[in-house]
């Protein structure tokens, strides 16, 4: 079962580096935030979920 946890909260995070990184955000900002999600990947998610850019996916 902790197998499973850590592989969705893996996934997760590679999602939110991917949004981090589509956002129009400056290049320090992505850098930060990055690290966070990567250092702290929990609590780095939910703190970039609630207060963290958010990707723009217009077409």
């Known amino acids: 079962m902790e197998y499973i946890f850590g592989i969705i909260i893996f996934a997760l995070d590679v999602w939110a580096i991917a949004s981090?990184?589509?956002t129009n955000a400056s290049t320090?900002?992505?850098i930060?935030?990055?690290?966070?999600?990567a250092f702290l990947p929990v609590l780095?998610?939910?703190?970039w979920w609630?207060?963290?850019?958010?990707?723009n996916y217009s077409s």
């Not at 780095?44 to 703190?47: R, T, Y």
């Not at 609630?50 to 990707?55: I, L, Q, V, Y």
Request: hydrophobic share 65%.
């Open 44 to 47: 780095g998610l939910i703190i």
């Open 32 to 37: 930060l935030w990055i690290a966070l999600v």
């Open 20 to 22: 981090i990184i589509n």
């Open 28 to 30: 320090g900002t992505k």
């Open 50 to 55: 609630f207060a963290g850019p958010k990707a």
